[in-house]
């Protein structure tokens, strides 16, 4: 404020938007917006000055809750496990948390700006940019799951949660959201899947695989032309 008094007493110019701290009566504190005006004599020489002065103490304190609840929702994100992230309307990164060190075994600084195809495991990606397409377009997908490349080349399942990112204006500039990995939960699956089929000491075929698969022919034997053997050896 003492900086502001003298530029308005050197420069004969006024000062606006100043933000000041003052004491109450009860030691309290509040905060003003205050405008410095000079008032001069008809020789432009100053002989004082014009204050106007808001009482801004209630927007100040919300302003400073509010970037403490920003500072720790963007805590939250950073330290959280699953993927966040967001793209833009060319599929390029527009940001990352450091779930990414986990799941694609890169720093977030790396991947800002490439393509989100790049990891996409090529199995997926014709159907994966379909649905990120439809998503530019305004759609949401809740659980989409797909396959994505870690940077030692190993496929890592994710569960995609997607939405559309809109600007001030509510256009569709691009896509957001959050992604779950769930490579190992894949694995157990299809390790239970494997072990309902198989007999767990020779690991061949068991009996409840052949009941399933003879009720499959019989089915496409009764759709069409087609004849099938069954086979009993010792």
Same mark, same amino acid.
Request: net charge negative.
């Given at each position: 404020l003492d900086k502001a008094l003298e530029y308005v007493l050197m420069a004969r110019e006024r000062a606006t938007n100043l933000r000041a701290e003052l004491r109450t009566r009860g030691n309290g504190y509040r905060h003003y917006s205050m405008s410095l005006v000079p008032v001069m004599t008809d020789e432009h020489t100053v002989i004082g000055l014009q204050v106007v002065a808001h009482d801004i103490t209630e927007l100040s304190m919300t302003q400073q809750a509010l970037n403490a609840s920003e500072a720790r929702f963007f805590d939250i994100i950073e330290t959280a496990h699953d993927l966040v992230w967001?793209?833009?309307?060319?599929?390029?990164?527009?940001?990352?948390? /450091?779930?990414?060190?986990? +799941?694609?075994?890169?720093?977030?600084? /790396?991947? +800002?700006? /490439?393509? +989100?195809?790049?990891?996409?495991?090529?199995g997926c990606r014709d159907k994966d940019l379909a649905t990120l397409a439809q998503v530019l377009e305004g759609k949401d997908f809740v659980q989409y799951e797909t396959r994505h490349l870690h940077s030692d080349g190993a496929l890592r399942h994710l569960s995609f949660n997607i939405k559309p990112m809109m600007d001030k204006e509510w256009n569709i500039v691009g896509a957001m959201g959050t992604a779950r990995d769930i490579t190992e939960q894949k694995r157990y699956q299809h390790r239970l899947e494997h072990l309902a089929e198989h007999d767990v000491l020779t690991n061949i075929y068991n009996r409840h695989y052949f009941e399933r698969e003879l009720e499959r022919v019989v089915a496409q034997t009764r759709r069409g032309n087609v004849m099938y053997g069954l086979l009993y050896v010792d």
């Open positions: 967001s793209v833009d309307r060319e599929a390029r990164w527009t940001y990352l948390n /450091q779930a990414t060190r986990m +799941i694609y075994g890169r720093e977030p600084e /790396q991947m +800002i700006g /490439q393509s +989100i195809a790049d990891v996409m495991d090529a």
